[in-house]
């Protein structure tokens, strides 16, 4: 995960004699500085749209067809702005269809001022559609985007947009680590087109564009772009966008399509269904992402589900540069579609991911178990590692991730129990609610992952091992585990 630290877990004495220093694995074991930037009053304002700016919306969008003959409007909801259907409406039904000249995308950069500017410039998709959201918010009237501009929130609940004060709630997790590495990334970007781009270009940038506003553009685009819309396929899509995430959505079919209408299909539209039947008068919801965890929700779109398929924690595991089979395991990790890192999303009530298990047994391997890093086994270790190969690297492993568990669980302020109570309180703050549910869910996760290990620990001693497993192979070891003789 962007900012995380890299801990080495000592083993005991015993298991270090002869065996490579253990794995690294990149965890948040410790409360990290904040850096943060001061926030700008117009960044962090919370408004509504007012009546007046959603009336002329609805009208530009109608007066384009993009509302599907009126098959739902923009409307205040309980989340903010969404959509509501204007009649009753059947499972993939269009509700919205967007023309591409609305849209905000690359193309739109490029035929904009901003483009000329670049002149092809070599920028991120991101970036550059951004520099032209914020060209066009400046305009303000003048832009032929000004309806959908003036209903576009000024922040939402985004941990890149939290106070100092707020992320001190999401202490030692990765959701803090992300977040800061996040918002590293932006200032990094933003430093680069403010000395390149915004200082050289004066007449399309006169007013001062700041962090605050370049961040503001980078999360508009992160919690409203479509999936599957991504790079250089970025794009707003003004009305489609406004439309809802419900978790009682479970269908993972897309409720979204980019078709050809008119004569000869050359007028490219954005097409919005409905993924379930609705009511008239009813709110019209899709599933952003079902693969998303609550973390991923948060640091997007600025809320969380409580259900636990969506609490999971990252293990980085990396093949440290000092191991003296550095060489050999880095060739073995690649041969197998792995390499120096790998990353491991757990995700609480479920099993150990594939290959997990197999990679650290790699990155533990060492002393008498060495020979199976020679090259007369270099096709057929992986196959080797699926099953235990010794008691000593299977009890590495446990203890490896043992000791990053208690490291990582010790780096929160809270304690699971603390933190289920503090959710039966009623009318919690939204951002207070997030940090305890994304809290919560990780400590769980790292509870379920050194419950797993520590069962594994109790059961070294009735493991079957390599060489077990080889004299069975060739006959001199009996099924019960008795050791065979032949007598002459």
Known sequence: MAGAIHHHHLLPPRLLSGYPQPPRLRLPLRPRPLRL?????????????????????????????????GAASPAAVPEGLGLVAARGLSRGEVVAEVPKKLWIDADAVAASDIGRALGGGDLRPWVAVALLLLREAARGADSPWAPYLAILPRQSDSTIFW?????????????????????????????????????????????SITFDDFLWAFGILRSRVFTGLRGDKLALIPLADLVNHSDDITSKESSWEIKGKGLFGRDVVFSLRTPVDVKSGGQIYVQY??????AELALDYGFTESNSSRDSYTLT??????????DDKLDIAELNGLGETAYFDLVLGESLPPQMLTYLRLLCLGGTDAFLLEALFRNAVWGHLELPVSFDNEEAICQVI???????????????????????????????Q???????????????IDDIFKQREEELDGLEYYQERRLKDIGLVGDNGEIIFWES
């Open 163 to 207: 106070s100092e004060e707020e992320l001190l709630e999401i202490q030692g997790t990765q959701l803090l680590s992300t977040t800061m590495g996040v918002k590293e990334y932006v200032q990094s970007e933003f430093d680069n087109v403010e000395a390149e781009i915004i200082s050289e270009n004066k007449d399309l940038f006169p007013g």
């Open 37 to 69: 930037h001061p926030r700008v009053a117009s960044a962090t304002a919370a408004s509504a749209p007012s009546d007046a700016a959603l009336q002329e919306f609805r009208r530009w969008i109608s007066s384009h067809g993009a509302d599907a003959g």
């Open 434 to 448: 997030i940090a305890i549910e994304v809290r919560a869910g990780e400590k769980k996760v790292l509870q379920q």
């Open 289 to 294: 992402d079902l693969d998303k965890s609550n």
């Open 402 to 432: 043992r000791n990053a568990c208690k490291s990582a669980l010790g780096a929160y302020h809270t304690t699971v129990e603390e933190d289920e109570e503090l959710l039966e309180r009623e009318n919690l703050q939204p951002r207070f």
């Open 317 to 326: 595991l990396e093949i440290s540069e000092s191991d003296p089979f550095y």
